[in-house]
Nanobody, 125 residues
Framework: QVQLVESGGGLVQTGGSLRLSCAASGRTFSSYAMGWFRQAPGKEREFVAAISWSGGSTAYVDSVRGRCTISRDNAKNTVYLQMNSLKPEDTAVYYC??????????????????WGKGTLVTVSS
């Protein structure tokens, strides 16, 4: 049984930083692409960032590119999302996701095998 457990969310002021972590267990972590999605109140869940199985390629939604960095440590079975220069519109529940494939390309909900339960990020203005 695959488990994805997020941590690192919280309340931060505009312009602040947070680092989200997602610890995975249950299948060979290094074989699969990983990513982050978010869902704001009243909105659909949207893609934020993804990283390939090796960490060699990444992808970001335009709204976070340049402010966020996704990384992974395959020895620790953990994926991270470093978020800087946070804005109120970044407020959402952030979900870790594990793909059924290896690539960060076209990392949509359609390719997700497993989801975490989410961690709340609140950015105050």
């Amino acid at each position: 049984q695959v488990q994805l457990v997020e941590s690192g969310g919280g309340l931060v002021q505009t312009g602040g930083s947070l680092r989200l972590s997602c610890a995975a267990s249950g299948r060979t972590f290094s074989s699969y692409a990983m990513g982050w999605f978010r869902q704001a109140p009243g909105k659909e869940r949207e893609f934020v960032a993804a990283i390939s199985w090796s960490g060699g390629s990444t992808a970001y939604v335009d709204s976070v590119r340049g402010r966020c960095t996704i990384s992974r440590d395959n020895a620790k079975n953990t994926v991270y999302l470093q978020m800087n220069s946070l804005k109120p519109e970044d407020t959402a529940v952030y979900y870790c996701a594990q793909s059924r494939g290896t690539t960060a390309v076209s990392f949509s909900r359609d390719v997700i095998d497993y989801w975490g339960k989410g961690t709340l990020v609140t950015v105050s203005s």
